[in-house]
């Protein structure tokens, strides 16, 4: 029987529960008699899709987190954003939005900067979203900077998820700016599904208007400046940016080429077919695997 969690016990269970080891942390865990067990019992019941049972043992988790001999006001603000996104779910709009604000404001004066800070901040973004308020999403996204206030992993997801919403704002330009800063900081921190999407986003947007007369998209960021919400905008890139995307790709597609509809082939071979670039030969050379007829097509 679980009688306490240290920190290093706590961060095993979290981490079995994230790579879906239900069982064994079920019976590592015990019987939760502590604010750490409750929040561990309540994610583990988030995964069996119990949330009626999860809530009850995020209460416990709060009370607990509440005790002077147990005080822990980390985890109390983490339980009280878990509660929020369970009562998203429920569609209790107004709860869920109450809890979600009061984490990320609680999680920001006690651990600004800190993953679960920047987790919180990217769920009150979420919600606004959910809800109808882009220009909302956009502020609260603007809490996370590129540099130095919170790890580039957090950085990485906010950037692609601005980028999502300028582009339904219809800001091509900004969206694929904020796409290349999204694969920028995911590509170098090991985040290949973000790092990847992001990716094929800036070639799809960038294909629209290749000139070198272009800025770098280096210049782009470094000289961005918030600006009042304006009319659509255009994308455009410079053929060395379109470049250094595409064939940072081309090897992660090369992996696998079967199925019969590959978007993301056929914007890589646009791209390699605009840049003129040798790197298509790879492609001709797995021609007898590839499944997509307009991609096969495009190989021609």
């Known amino acids: ?33 502590c604010a750490k067990g409750s929040f561990i019992s309540s994610a583990i019941l988030l995964a069996e899709n119990d949330i009626e049972g999860a809530l009850t043992s995020l209460e ?3 009370n607990r987190s509440r005790t002077p001999s147990t005080r822990n006001p980390v985890l109390e603000a983490r339980a009280r954003m878990l509660r929020g996104l369970c009562r998203s779910g429920l569609g209790e709009t107004i709860e869920a939005s109450a809890d979600l604000r009061w984490a990320m ?38 809490e996370i900077a ?11 997801v906010s950037r692609q ?12 330009a900004g969206s694929i700016r904020h796409h290349w800063t999204a ?9 290949d599904v973000v790092a990847e999407t992001s990716c094929l986003h800036i070639i799809d947007l960038g294909l629209a208007n290749v000139n ?50 590959r978007v993301d082939m056929q914007l890589v071979i646009e791209a390699l077919c605009v840049l003129e670039s040798d790197s298509i030969e790879l492609f001709n050379e797995v021609k007898d695997t590839i499944q997509d ?3 096969l097509e495009a190989l021609q």
């Open 293 to 295: 007829a307009l991609v």
């Open 60 to 62: 416990e988790c709060m």
């Open 1 to 33: 029987m679980t009688i306490g969690l240290s920190d290093d016990e706590f961060t095993i269970l979290e981490d079995l529960v994230g790579s879906n080891q239900i069982e064994k942390a079920k019976a590592k865990l015990g019987e939760p008699i």
């Open 105 to 142: 404001d609680r999680l920001n004066a006690l651990d600004s900067g800190s993953e679960a800070h920047g987790i919180a901040v990217l769920n009150v973004a979420a919600w606004h979203r959910q809800n109808g308020e882009p220009v909302m999403a956009l502020a609260t996204h603007s």
């Open 161 to 172: 998820r601005v980028a999502s919403i300028h582009a339904d704002l219809g800001d091509l």
């Open 146 to 156: 590129r540099e130095k206030t919170h790890v580039p992993e957090i950085v990485a």
């Open 212 to 261: 070198d007369a272009f800025s770098r998209m280096k210049n782009r960021i470094e000289n961005a400046r918030p600006e009042p919400r304006k009319e659509s905008t255009e994308p455009s890139i410079h053929p060395d940016d379109l470049r250094d995307a595409t064939e940072w790709i081309v090897p992660r597609v090369l992996r696998d080429v079967s199925g019969e509809k």
């Open 183 to 191: 694969w920028s900081m995911a590509r170098d921190s090991g985040m």
